[in-house]
Nanobody, 125 residues
Framework: QVQLVESGGGLVQPGGSLRLSCAAS????????IGWFRQAPGKEREGVSC????????YYADSVKGRFTISRDNAKNTVYLQMISLKPEDTAVYYC??????????????????WGQGTQVTVSS
């Protein structure tokens, strides 16, 4: 059974850091493009970052460039999203997703085939 499980969310002060994890079971993450998305209350889900199969390329939304870093640990079948210099506007539920067509990255929700349940990130003083 294909499953993605996010973890690492929580409450952090502005300027703080968090590392989100996306652990996969039932399939090998390295063959898929993995995206991170977020959805704030009342807003559409938006693409934040992506790493393509075999780490050939990455994508970052303009709003997170220079602050977020995506990486993959194949031995653990896990993808991470390191977030630094967090801002209140980063508050959202963060989701990871896997795309069968793994050779390219995308920030589009409709292109992804498997989704996790999400983890809450709250940036507040």
């Amino acid at each position: 059974q294909v499953q993605l499980v996010e973890s690492g969310g929580g409450l952090v002060q502005p300027g703080g850091s968090l590392r989100l994890s996306c652990a996969a079971s039932g399939f090998t993450l390295n063959y898929y493009a993995i995206g991170w998305f977020r959805q704030a209350p009342g807003k559409e889900r938006e693409g934040v970052s992506c790493i393509s199969a075999s780490d050939a390329s990455t994508y970052y939304a303009d709003s997170v460039k220079g602050r977020f870093t995506i990486s993959r640990d194949n031995a653990k079948n896990t993808v991470y999203l390191q977030m630094i210099s967090l801002k209140p506007e980063d508050t959202a539920v963060y989701y990871c997703a896997a795309k069968n067509s793994g050779w390219y990255c995308s920030g589009q929700v409709y292109e992804y085939d498997y989704w996790g349940q999400g983890t809450q990130v709250t940036v507040s003083s």
